[in-house]
């Protein structure tokens, strides 16, 4: 859905279900926004941790304050953290400054290369009202989408609710002014 709504190369679905990448840690690319890498689970060896990597949409995000010409902007009422190629004069300040080694430079590109990373779909929560497109297509429901301190709710009330599945900790909450 992700690859689609962005129009990024896609590939067939048999070549996903190659494990062989899960051997190392990846991080998003340009033509890819999200990952999903898995660590070990000392507790259950059969059953190892899986997590999600794209773009947190920081609160005050950096890759925001580092650019600038502001091609990278923070939407207040969607919090999605969007980027204006328009303004973009390519120093990558953005990619240096992100914490989470987000956004992702089109180094293939010679022409009219840009800096690349989730969205959150702005385009469809800011004139349609929808949800990004990862979480409109999830079929278990494992991504929630809604506003900050929902899922801050949320994620505390299953954390309580099922402490022998979930850390007792909600990473993003305070770290780096909240994500």
Not at 135 to 164: M, N, Q, S, W
Request: aromatic share 12%.
């Amino acid at each position: 859905a992700c690859r689609d709504f962005n129009k990024l190369p896609n590939e067939p679905i048999e070549n996903f279900e190659d494990k062989s990448v899960f051997k190392k840690m990846r991080r998003p690319a340009a033509n890819a926004y999200t990952v999903v890498n898995q660590y070990e689970n000392p507790n259950n060896p059969e059953k190892p941790y899986s997590v999600k990597v794209q773009c947190m949409h920081c609160n005050d995000a950096a890759c925001v304050s580092a650019c600038i010409v502001g091609a990278f902007s923070k939407d207040q009422e969607t919090g999605a953290v969007i980027y204006d190629p328009w303004k973009c004069i390519g120093c990558r300040y953005c990619m240096a400054a992100c914490p989470f080694q987000v956004p992702a430079y089109e180094y293939q590109n010679a022409l009219t290369p840009q800096v690349r990373k989730c969205t959150f779909c702005f385009e469809l929560l800011g004139k349609y009202g929808k949800k990004p497109a990862c979480i409109d297509i999830c079929p278990v429901e494992t991504k929630t989408f809604g506003k900050r301190e929902d899922l801050i709710k949320i994620a505390h009330e299953r954390i309580e609710r099922y402490p022998d599945r979930y850390y007792p900790h909600l990473y993003g909450e305070h770290e780096l002014g909240g994500t």
